[in-house]
């Protein structure tokens, strides 16, 4: 059953529905927290459509590395 959850994101609040558990949500909202951030910090002018679209792109970027990693494992 899909529970709502408010999260803040670059200062917006999202209401989203999901079927995973709060402490899961948190870290979700967590990460993507910390990548915006630090793109915000490393570039103050940046509008917050960039810095989303770039932590977009830093995420897409981390999760097929790993995706590859874990392939060159097998």
């Not at 059953?1 to 917006?12: A, E, R, W």
């Not at 940046?46 to 897409?60: D, E, F, K, M, P």
Request: proline content about 1%; hydrophobic content about 35%.
């Amino acid at each position: 059953m899909k529970k709502s959850y408010d999260v803040i994101i670059l200062g917006q609040r999202f209401s989203l529905k999901t079927e995973s558990d709060e402490s899961h949500v948190k870290r979700v909202a967590d990460f993507v927290n910390k990548i915006t951030h630090g793109l915000r910090e490393k570039s103050p002018s940046i509008s917050t459509q960039n810095v989303a679209i770039l932590g977009a792109l830093n995420i897409a970027e981390e999760m097929y590395a790993r995706e590859d990693r874990s392939k060159e494992m097998i």
